[in-house]
Every structure is written in structure tokens, then in C-alpha cells.
């Protein structure tokens, strides 16, 4: 089970973002890597990677984003929210396969 | 980049079945899987299964066992999804997704008699 906290945030451009998922179980394959990756469901499109193995920003993603953590609790910051950072955040799970399994999302808006 | 071409929105009744394809115009594909992903309307993503690239193993989420097969044609490099027995709680988007990183566009499935 992955838990994302919280459900919703508003924020500011300019400001950072983080948002929290804990997964019920350790993430860290016996190759040394973290199977967490972090998605961007911008409104009317499908989801993009964003993070990959914990931290690896895939091809073309800002450096603004930025994945952490260990075993079981993951965050993804955002150093500086801009508009078209708008969307919902999923963290995704694929240590165990299967099922691959999703947070239960984070909507982020622009106040 | 990648582009993943999903098949067009569909309508069905309760109890029929529903198949929507996948391809991937110029990929190819060694190791990767493709991955079935749904969406109910305005809920998360919900993983429905995968199949390996050369079609020979497959599997899906629990709640979806007996209900849903999924297939390659390596003659057209074509990527299919079957589900059966539909009812109106399968209704939603679904997405085929390149080892859950290179996402088609969505098929809109609506199940409603």
C-alpha cells in the first residue's frame, strides 16, 4: 500500500512543495536500488515521469523537482512551484511486481 | 521520442467485452513491458496488468483475474488489452504505458446499457 500525504495543496508560484508517500513495505531491491518513481498527471493528459529509483529526474524534467528518502518514506520537492507545475502527483511502487501500485494522488494547485 | 498510439473510445454494454490496442510506431522493444493502467472518472490510477515484450508471460492485478487478457502480435507489433464481463465500474480510461514510462494518449471505455 502506498500512502501520499496530503491529498491536496495549494501554493504560491515561487514557493516550494513537498509531498510525502510511505509505502508498507521497504522499496530497496537487492541491487541497491529504490523502485519509487513519481508521476505528473497534468489536467486532460496522461501521467509523466517526473522521478525515477527514488531520485533520477527522467529526460527533460526541470531541476526544480527533486525525489528523497529511504526504505519506506519518500518525498518529492518542488524548489519553486510554477503554473504549469499544476496536476496531481502520484507516487508509484514497482519493487513487487505484481502489482505495480499507485499512491492515491496529490492535486496541486496555484493560489 | 516515444509514441504510443492507443485505439479510439469505445461504448459497450454490461457483460460484453472490450478490447483496445496499443502500438508504438517505431519502438523496439528488447526488454521492456507494456503495461495496462486504468482510470475511473475522477478517480487515481489503478494498475490492471503487463505482459512481457515477446508476449509469452503476463500478469494482472488480483481483481481482475479471469476477466482480463492481454496480448502481443509480433506481426504488427500491436499490444492488445481484453476484458470481459464488463460492468459499469469499468468504465474509465485506459492506458498502455511502455514499462510505465512512455504513456498512450487513453482509450475512454464507458460501460452503460
Keep these: 500500500v ?27 531491491h537487492s541491487d541497491g536500488k529504490t523502485l519509487l518513481s513519481w508521476y505528473l498527471q497534468k489536467p486532460g493528459q496522461p501521467p509523466q515521469l517526473l522521478i525515477y529509483e ?41 519493487i513487487q511486481v505484481p502489482p505495480v501500485t499507485f499512491g492515491q494522488g496529490t492535486r496541486l494547485e496555484i493560489k | 521520442q516515444v509514441q504510443v498510439v492507443q485505439s479510439g473510445a469505445e461504448v459497450k454494454k454490461p457483460g460484453a467485452s472490450l478490447k483496445v490496442s496499443c502500438k508504438a ?4 522493444f528488447t526488454k ?20 512481457s515484450p515477446g508476449g509469452g508471460s503476463a500478469a494482472n492485478e488480483q481483481k481482475f483475474q479471469g476477466r482480463v487478457t492481454m496480448t502481443r502480435d509480433t506481426s504488427t507489433n500491436t499490444f492488445y488489452m481484453e476484458l470481459s464481463s464488463l460492468r459499469a465500474e ?7 504505458a511502455i514499462d510505465v514510462v512512455y504513456w498512450g494518449q487513453g482509450t475512454l471505455v464507458t460501460v452503460s446499457s
Excluded at chain 1, 2 to 9: F, H, K
Excluded at chain 2, 25 to 28: A, L, R
Excluded at chain 2, 90 to 96: G, K, M, S, W
Aim: charge should be negative; glycine fraction near 10%; aromatic fraction near 12%.
Design chain 1, 2 to 28: 502506498m500512502t501520499q500525504t496530503p491529498l491536496s495543496l495549494s501554493v504560491t508560484p515561487g514557493q516550494p512543495a513537498s509531498i510525502s508517500c510511505k509505502s508498507s513495505q521497504s522499496l530497496l
Design chain 1, 54 to 94: 527514488l531520485s533520477n529526474r527522467f529526460s527533460g524534467v526541470p531541476d526544480r523537482f527533486s525525489g528523497s528518502g529511504s526504505g519506506t518514506d519518500f518525498t518529492l520537492k518542488i524548489s519553486r512551484v510554477e503554473a504549469e507545475d499544476v496536476g496531481v502527483y502520484y507516487c508509484m511502487q514497482s
Design chain 2, 25 to 28: 510506431p517505431g519502438y523496439t
Design chain 2, 32 to 51: 521492456q513491458y507494456m503495461h495496462w493502467v486504468r482510470q475511473a472518472p475522477g478517480q487515481g490510477l489503478e494498475w490492471v496488468g503487463l505482459i
Design chain 2, 90 to 96: 469499468d468504465t474509465a480510461v485506459y492506458y498502455c
